[in-house]
């Protein structure tokens, strides 16, 4: 059902709600990449005039999650495995030296929040680990959420504000794979508290790395939206396995 043309968050306006929508369908996968953006068409769906519609998908060209094509409009943008390391290398740089900070900093009450932070991610985890995937979106928030406490006594909201964003490129990448692997990263985020808690910022750093890391692998190694255009599939590999041999 479309949300009607009225803010539904405290103060927001009409194109500030557009805004959100449109990001976070562009981030969770709603709005595809490369996918023609018809202004009409989105001006209906989002409930907000054309002229607002445009100044919203301007923004988000600024932001790199959508291209203007002179005339021809909009689209979203597309995607890469090579755009995708290079976000994930950033990420962990951004996110290291914030880790690096927020330990040294961090009083009782910012362990407070890492543990309750955890505890909610956790929580999500086994849900997934159960076969509950209809809360994806709120394990990714959870997930977030967690990695924005750990570093949530950096000092700097420059470097929050940068980490966040890197993080929203990051996430989009991650919905479009579908990555979830499982008790591995459990287990990892549950490390990475542990190392908080010890104010080990070196231990933290390199389980950050494997994180990052293994995640990256497992998205290119499973998600047909990265694979190379003349790369067969996995459906397409298995299904030439089953042909019988002539």
């Known amino acids: 059902m479309l949300d009607t043309p009225i803010a539904d968050r405290a103060g927001e306006t009409v194109g500030d709600s557009a805004y959100r929508r449109i990001r976070n369908d562009v981030i969770f996968g709603t709005l595809e990449p490369g996918q023609k953006l018809k202004l009409e068409k989105m001006s209906v769906a989002y409930g907000t005039s054309v002229s607002t519609l445009r100044e919203t998908l301007n923004r988000l060209c600024s932001e790199g999650f959508v291209v203007a094509e002179g005339q021809r409009g909009f689209e979203v943008t597309s995607i890469s495995a090579t755009e995708f390391q290079q976000i ?14 927020s330990f ?3 009083d009782l009450d910012w362990e407070a929040l890492v543990v309750s932070a955890h505890h909610k991610l956790s929580a999500m985890e086994k849900a997934m680990l159960a076969g509950d995937k209809s809360k ?9 959420q967690f990695h924005r406490a750990l570093i949530a006594a950096c000092g700097s909201q420059v470097l929050l504000d940068a980490l966040s964003a890197a993080y929203d490129k990051y996430l989009r990448y991650q919905m479009l794979a579908v990555v979830f692997r499982g008790e591995v ?6 490390e990475l508290m542990n190392a908080a808690l010890a104010r080990d910022s070196a231990k933290a750093r390199k389980l950050l790395h494997t ?17 190379p255009a003349h790369a067969p599939s996995r459906q397409q590999v298995i299904q030439q396995r089953r042909k019988p041999k002539t």
Do not use: F, P, Y
Request: charged share 30%; with cysteine.
């Open 88 to 101: 994930a290398e950033l990420r962990e740089l951004l996110e290291g030296h914030a880790i690096e900070q």
């Open 104 to 106: 040294k900093s961090g």
């Open 136 to 144: 994806t979106e709120a394990w990714k928030q959870c997930d977030w």
């Open 185 to 190: 990263a459990a287990v990892e985020h549950r």
């Open 211 to 227: 994180h990052i890391h293994d995640c990256v692998k497992h998205a290119l190694g499973n998600s047909d939206w990265l694979r």
